[in-house]
C-alpha cells in the first residue's frame, strides 16, 4: 500500500502481521501441544488425548523426546505471537522531494532500539537497484543503492512479488526519485 503526490511518495511496509504467520503461529502451537500431551500421558500413564492408549507410546524414550519436541514447539510458537503482537518488521518508507530527504522507519523487537529509523539525503542516492534470482529459491528484491552507505533493501524478501511488479516499482520510484535504475 503506498500514498504519492506531486513531490511525496510514502510506501506503508507491512510486517509480521500476515495471514501466513498467523497460521503458522496457530498451527504449531495445537501441534506442539498435542506433542507435550502425548508425552505427559505416557508419563502418567492416563489417556490426556483419547486418540492414543498410553500403552502405546512409552515414556522412555518416546514419551521424553515427544515432550522435548512439545516444548520447543510452544517456545518457537510464543516467539511467532510475540513478532505479531509487536508487528516486528512494519513502517514506511517515505520520499520527500520537496525537503529532499528519504526517511525509513521499521518496528522492531522491543528494547532500547526498537524503533529502527534511517534518514538520507536524496542528493546521495545513487540508483535504485532489482536483484533477481529464479530458480528453485527465487529470490526478487529491491534496494535503494546510497553513496558511502551501500545498499538498502526496501521491500520484504518474503514479499511474492512478479518479476514485471518488482520491475514496475523499482521504475516508478527511479522516475520519482529522478535516479537511474539497474538490474542485476
Known amino acids: 500500500m503506498s500514498w504519492r503526490s506531486e513531490s511525496i511518495w510514502i510506501e506503508f511496509i507491512a510486517g509480521s502481521r500476515k495471514t501466513s504467520n498467523f497460521c503458522w503461529a496457530f498451527i504449531l502451537f495445537f501441534g506442539s501441544l498435542g506433542f507435550l500431551l502425548v508425552g505427559t500421558s505416557s508419563y502418567l500413564g492416563r489417556n490426556l488425548i483419547s486418540l492414543f492408549p498410553s500403552q502405546q507410546i512409552i515414556f ?5 523426546v515427544m515432550s522435548f519436541y512439545g516444548i520447543a514447539g510452544l517456545f518457537i510458537s ?5 513478532t505479531i503482537l509487536w508487528n516486528v518488521g512494519s513502517g514506511y518508507d517515505l520520499f520527500d522531494r520537496k525537503e529532499g530527504v528519504v526517511r525509513i522507519f521499521r518496528w522492531g523487537f522491543p528494547g532500547k532500539k526498537r524503533r529502527i529509523f534511517l534518514g538520507f539525503l536524496m542528493k546521495d542516492i545513487q540508483s535504485i537497484r532489482i536483484e533477481v534470482k529464479e530458480g528453485v529459491y527465487v529470490r526478487r528484491v529491491l534496494y535503494m543503492e546510497i553513496r558511502g552507505q551501500g545498499a538498502i533493501p526496501l521491500i520484504r524478501t518474503d514479499e511474492n512479488l512478479t518479476t514485471r511488479e518488482i520491475e514496475q516499482k523499482a521504475a516508478e520510484l527511479a522516475y520519482f526519485l529522478r535516479v537511474p535504475m539497474e538490474v542485476f
Open 78 to 82: 510464543c516467539y511467532l505471537w510475540c
Open 60 to 64: 522412555f524414550p518416546q514419551g521424553i
